[in-house]
Structures are given as C-alpha cells and as structure tokens.
C-alpha cells in the first residue's frame, strides 16, 4: 500500500507570492490534515478535512486555506507570502478522522525569501 | 490551555543504553496520548497510541506508559541504536472530534 505523498518536496518562494502544496492521502483513507512544522513553534494544526469539507481548523490567518477533493486527495493554499510562513508543512491521512492513527507524508519545505 | 510539555529537550547517550523520555499534558476532555518518531527531513511515524484506559503499550524496544490521574506519559527506549537518533513527538488528542495537540519534541542523539 502507498503512503501518503506530497509534492512538490521543496518550495522556493518570494513574499507576496502564493504558493499551492498538494497531498495524496493513503489509498482508502478520507480525513486529511494539514501541519505546520517550524523550529520555535513544533508542529501545528491547520486544518482536517473529511468528505470535501473542513472539519475542524487551527488558529491560522485567512491566508492559509485548503481543499479536499472526491478521491481525498487535498490541496493546501498560501496567499500573500510572509518570511514567516517558511516552514515544512505536512499532510497527514487516517481512515475517518486524527483520532484514529495518523500516517504522516515526507512533507513540503518551503522557503520564503 | 491544552498543552502538551516535553523533557528534556534534547539528549544524549551511547549506543546500548536505555532511556525514558517523559510527556506531561493538561488537555480536556482526553481521549488518547501517542508518541511518533521523526527522523530528520521527514514526516513523523506513530510509535504508540493509548487510551485513557490503557497503562501501557509496546512497539519494540519501545514502551510507553500513560497515567491518566496524574497526565504523564513516559516512553522508554531499549537497549539503543544509532537508528534511534530522531525526534520524539508526545501527542495529546481530546475531543472525539479528533484535535491533537503537539509537544515540542524531545531531540535524541545516540552516540557510538
């Protein structure tokens, strides 16, 4: 069974920009989540995703949205880049939601200049 | 708050020996503690996922033990290897909804 897999793998952006990160869930699996990995700050939640809708969201600005697709497969979106959004985002699948176990994809780094 | 603190931060020991890792949380209405494991560049694999029910749990030479009356989480590594070096991720979840909330990683480095 493939894991989950998340492209591109490393992301080169200027601020201002926006920048559109793609997840591919584990074959079967529908909840999808969306984190944020920085060194100050661990990881953080931004959003899951079950069945094309948000069913839950982290304490993120507006900037940061996401979607799910009919196959699960999701999509994470940043509008007007800061230096601060440099960071590895991750995606992550389970069955129906994060309360069952959580399989982690490699992950996007992506750099704000 | 919920949060979820980890110690020590970092740490380092020789191949062979043992350690424990400790996991304190204060997040409510528990549901469940997991501890993942990231190697560097990479996503976070799940090593244990307990319930508020469960005392202990094993994946290997790795064992995690959970008190729900005082919030604290161990997770203790065996005879070490070099493989080990990684972060280890404490990961409280409350809400059925599925909500988790992330320790800041405790950093191990198993030296030859």
């Known amino acids: 069974k493939a894991g989950v897999t998340q492209t591109p793998r490393y992301l080169i952006k200027t601020r201002g920009q926006q920048v559109t990160l793609s997840c591919s869930p584990i074959?079967?699996?529908?909840?999808v989540s969306w984190y944020q990995q920085t060194p100050g700050q661990g990881l953080q939640f931004l959003f899951e995703y079950f069945s094309e809708t948000q069913r839950n969201k982290g304490n993120f600005p507006g900037r940061f949205s996401g979607r799910q697709f009919s196959n699960s497969r999701s999509e994470m979106n940043v509008s007007t880049l800061e230096l601060g959004d440099s960071a590895l985002y991750l995606c992550a699948s389970s069955l129906e939601s994060p309360y069952n176990e959580q399989f982690f994809g490699p992950g996007t780094r992506l750099t704000v200049l | 708050k919920n949060q979820v603190e980890q110690s020590p931060q970092s740490l380092i020991i020789l191949e062979g020996k043992n350690c424990t890792l400790q996991c304190n949380y204060t997040v409510s209405p528990f549901s469940n503690l997991r501890w993942y494991k990231q190697d560097t560049g990479r996503g976070p694999v799940s090593l244990t996922i307990m319930t508020f029910s469960e005392n202990t749990k094993s994946n290997g030479r790795y064992t995690a033990t959970l008190d729900a009356d005082t919030k604290q989480s161990s997770l203790h590594i065996t005879a070490s290897q070099l493989s080990d070096s990684a972060s280890y991720i404490c990961v409280a979840g409350y809400n059925q909804g599925g909500k988790l909330i992330f320790g800041q990683g405790t950093e191990l480095s198993v030296k030859p």
């Open positions: 074959s079967g699996h529908r909840s």
